[in-house]
Structure formats: structure tokens, C-alpha cells
């Protein structure tokens, strides 16, 4: 039985209308279990100047009418004034209609409404320019409304799954977060979210941080004092398979080549490139440790693309598709 998916906008000033319209238009009926969260009248608008032919949809009032509603819905629940929004730029009204449209999504999933959510992109400066100034992007406000006590970002495209042990932070702060701690908490928090989407006996490989793994601390100690210890700890106490730290520019290769189910990586760059490279436009985002399933595009709002009708729709189109593989407990293989 497929299950209700909620996907919201993102901000309305950047390429989530054009993406979502081109993925409606493309999945066709498919999007019947599908609830938006954002604009109808910007959808409808963007779908006419496309030239798509969308599905047909209903606007609700309320998410209340959502269990009479059998097919596919829009929810508006932050109206914007169209004629004042300023397209291909940050914005207070953007940032604050995409967290708007990405909250109430969030109470659907918590309340039961929906089981999961599928995001188009954010911008961070026009969140902050609506006044969220806690919350840097969709994982932190996620961590705040589910009360999660451990998020993590898994990325996952053709041939390779990377799990972070942090992204939003700058790489000063990343590098002051490898501790040996964060390292075994982040790592069960992965292999236990592979074992639940269908791994029985998931592997990790440790990325390190410093060039040539450090070289036995010739080249910086983290190998050494904390990633190492956890790598020992995880292996001996928990039993679980965990192998590295391997340098960071041979072990994304290997995991590639099928040694290992996932990488972790230690800050954020370092897991979005190769990822990146590998198959940017099938790329999508999954949280980690939260009680519903959450995927993303992987890719930003792109102001500079608004309105000449090139936004590229596959990620988004993968990412409704492996949320409703992870709602099966499986995850793609691409």
C-alpha cells in the first residue's frame, strides 16, 4: 500500500517550483499519495510558463480534509503575496514561507498524517533573513521540532552512500568535532540505519581527516587519539564492522568498488564531493534519527537558474523515489 508523502516547495523564489513541476508533469498519476506543501497559485503559474501538463490537484483548506482527499493535494500554509516576491533572490519572505511550508510538513509526519517528507531546496541567508537564526538548514530545524537527540546526513548516489559526522559547521568547528565520542555515536547511528533499510551485517569505512591518515600523527593526531580509539571500541565492544581510518582519497574509490556498504565522512565537504562527482543529478540527502522518513534533493536553490526553464527535476524525482523505497525499509542501489 503506498503511503501518503508530504514535499514541500522550499523557497519560492529559487528553482523548487520549477523542479516540482517538472516532476509532477513527469511522475504523472504516480502522485496521487503525493501532499505539497507550498503555493498552488506559484505552481500553477510555473507549470503554464513551462508549458506542463500537471496533474490535476486539490488545495485544502485545512489538513484536516486530507483524509478525504484521494489523490494528489496542495497545502498552503503561508500565502505569499506573488506580485511582491522578488524571484532569483534571498529573501525574509522566501526563507520564511520555506520553513513555514517545511514545519507544518513536519507536524503531518509527527501527527500521522503522512509518512514522510521529501524537501526542495532552502536558502540559509534567506532563513536567517526571516529571523530563524538557529536554524542554519532543514537538519537543524528537524533536530528542533522532533526533539531528536542525534541527527546525521546520509548522502546516497549511484554506487556510494556517505554518512556525515557533521555538516553545518565551519571546518575549524568540524575539525574540534572529530572526538572519539561523536565518532562511535554517529557511526551506530548509521549501521543501525542501514540494518533497518534491509542491510543485515552493514559495513563502514572510516574516512580520516588528515592527508595521508595522518601518517602515525606525523601529519596531525586525530587518526591517532580519537578516530582510531573508535574505530577499536566499535569493532571490539559492539562487534560491529568497522574498518579504517583510511585516507580520504583512496576510501570513497573503494566503497565504490563494493568494499564497504557506506563511508563516514568527518565534515561536510569532504562527504559532498565525491558524492557530487559521482552522479551529481541522481545525488539525494536522508536524516538520519528522526522518527520519519525525510529525503531531499541535493542541491541549493539556485537563484541564477530561476526562470529560464533549465532547472535539472531528477533529483527531486529520486528522492520521492527513495523515500518510498526507505517507507518498504530498503534503500536504493540505483
Same mark, same amino acid.
Given at each position: 500500500?503506498?503511503?501518503? !508523502?508530504?514535499?514541500?516547495?522550499?523557497?519560492?523564489?529559487?528553482?523548487?517550483?520549477?523542479? !516540482?513541476?517538472?516532476?509532477?508533469?513527469?511522475?504523472?498519476?504516480?502522485?496521487?499519495?503525493?501532499?505539497?506543501?507550498?503555493?498552488?497559485?506559484?505552481?500553477?503559474?510555473?507549470?503554464?510558463?513551462?508549458?506542463?501538463?500537471?496533474?490535476?490537484?486539490?488545495?485544502?483548506?485545512?489538513?484536516?480534509?486530507?483524509?478525504?482527499?484521494?489523490g494528489l493535494a496542495i497545502f498552503d500554509p503561508s500565502p505569499l503575496d506573488l506580485d511582491? !516576491?522578488?524571484?532569483?533572490?534571498?529573501?525574509?519572505?522566501?526563507?520564511?514561507?520555506?520553513?513555514?511550508?517545511?514545519? +507544518?510538513?513536519?507536524?503531518?509526519?509527527?501527527?500521522?498524517?503522512?509518512?514522510?517528507?521529501?524537501?526542495?531546496?532552502?536558502?540559509?541567508?534567506?532563513?536567517?533573513?526571516?529571523?530563524?537564526?538557529?536554524?542554519?538548514?532543514? +537538519?537543524?530545524?528537524?533536530?528542533?521540532?522532533?526533539?531528536?537527540?542525534?541527527?546525521?546526513?546520509?548522502?546516497?548516489?549511484?554506487?556510494?552512500?556517505?554518512?556525515?559526522? *557533521?555538516?553545518?559547521?565551519?571546518?575549524?568547528?568540524?575539525?574540534?568535532?572529530?572526538?572519539?565520542?561523536?565518532?562511535?555515536?554517529?557511526?551506530?547511528?548509521?549501521?543501525? *540505519?542501514?540494518?533497518?533499510?534491509?542491510?543485515?551485517?552493514?559495513?563502514?569505512?572510516?574516512?580520516?581527516?588528515?592527508?595521508?591518515?595522518?601518517?602515525?600523527?606525523?601529519?596531525?593526531?586525530?587518526?591517532?587519539?580519537?578516530?582510531?580509539?573508535?574505530?577499536?571500541?566499535?569493532?571490539?565492544?559492539? +562487534?560491529?564492522?568497522?574498518?579504517?581510518?583510511?585516507?580520504?582519497?583512496?576510501?570513497?574509490?573503494?566503497?565504490?568498488?563494493?568494499?564497504?556498504?557506506?563511508?563516514?565522512?568527518?565534515?561536510?565537504? +569532504?562527504?559532498?564531493?565525491?558524492?557530487?562527482?559521482?552522479?551529481?543529478?541522481?545525488?539525494?540527502?536522508?536524516?538520519?534519527?528522526?522518527?520519519?522518513?525525510?529525503?531531499?534533493?541535493?542541491?541549493?536553490?539556485?537563484?541564477?537558474?530561476?526562470?529560464?526553464?533549465?532547472?535539472?527535476?531528477? *533529483?527531486?524525482?529520486?528522492?520521492?523515489?527513495?523515500?518510498?523505497?526507505?517507507?518498504?525499509?530498503?534503500?536504493?542501489?540505483?
Open positions: 500500500m503506498i503511503k501518503r !508523502l508530504a514535499v514541500t516547495m522550499g523557497d519560492p523564489a529559487g528553482i523548487g517550483p520549477e523542479v !516540482l513541476a517538472k516532476s509532477l508533469c513527469a511522475l504523472g498519476e504516480a502522485t496521487r499519495h503525493l501532499v505539497i506543501f507550498g503555493s498552488p497559485t506559484l505552481l500553477e503559474k510555473t507549470a503554464d510558463q513551462l508549458r506542463l501538463h500537471c496533474p490535476s490537484w486539490t488545495v485544502l483548506s485545512t489538513l484536516r480534509d486530507l483524509n478525504a482527499c484521494e511582491t !516576491l522578488i524571484f532569483g533572490q534571498a529573501s525574509a519572505a522566501g526563507g520564511q514561507a520555506s520553513v513555514q511550508y517545511f514545519e +507544518q510538513a513536519v507536524e503531518a509526519c509527527l501527527s500521522g498524517r503522512v509518512a514522510g517528507v521529501v524537501t526542495c531546496p532552502i536558502n540559509k541567508v534567506a532563513v536567517q533573513l526571516a529571523g530563524y537564526v538557529g536554524d542554519i538548514g532543514h +537538519q537543524e530545524i528537524l533536530a528542533r521540532l522532533t526533539r531528536a537527540p542525534l541527527t546525521a546526513t546520509l548522502l546516497m548516489t549511484t554506487g556510494l552512500k556517505v554518512v556525515h559526522l *557533521s555538516t553545518h559547521l565551519s571546518l575549524g568547528d568540524a575539525v574540534r568535532f572529530v572526538k572519539k565520542d561523536t565518532v562511535i555515536e554517529k557511526s551506530r547511528l548509521a549501521l543501525d *540505519s542501514l540494518r533497518a533499510w534491509g542491510y543485515a551485517s552493514p559495513s563502514l569505512a572510516m574516512a580520516a581527516l588528515n592527508p595521508h591518515g595522518g601518517e602515525g600523527g606525523l601529519i596531525g593526531r586525530e587518526e591517532v587519539d580519537e578516530i582510531g580509539p573508535a574505530v577499536e571500541y566499535l569493532v571490539s565492544e559492539c +562487534q560491529e564492522d568497522v574498518r579504517g581510518p583510511f585516507p580520504a582519497d583512496t576510501v570513497f574509490n573503494r566503497a565504490i568498488a563494493g568494499e564497504f556498504d557506506a563511508v563516514l565522512a568527518l565534515y561536510h565537504d +569532504q562527504g559532498h564531493i565525491p558524492i557530487k562527482v559521482k552522479d551529481f543529478e541522481r545525488s539525494v540527502t536522508a536524516t538520519l534519527g528522526i522518527p520519519f522518513v525525510r529525503t531531499s534533493v541535493d542541491h541549493g536553490t539556485a537563484y541564477d537558474l530561476v526562470g529560464q526553464g533549465i532547472a535539472d527535476a531528477t *533529483s527531486l524525482q529520486e528522492a520521492l523515489r527513495v523515500a518510498q523505497l526507505m517507507l518498504e525499509a530498503r534503500l536504493p542501489e540505483f
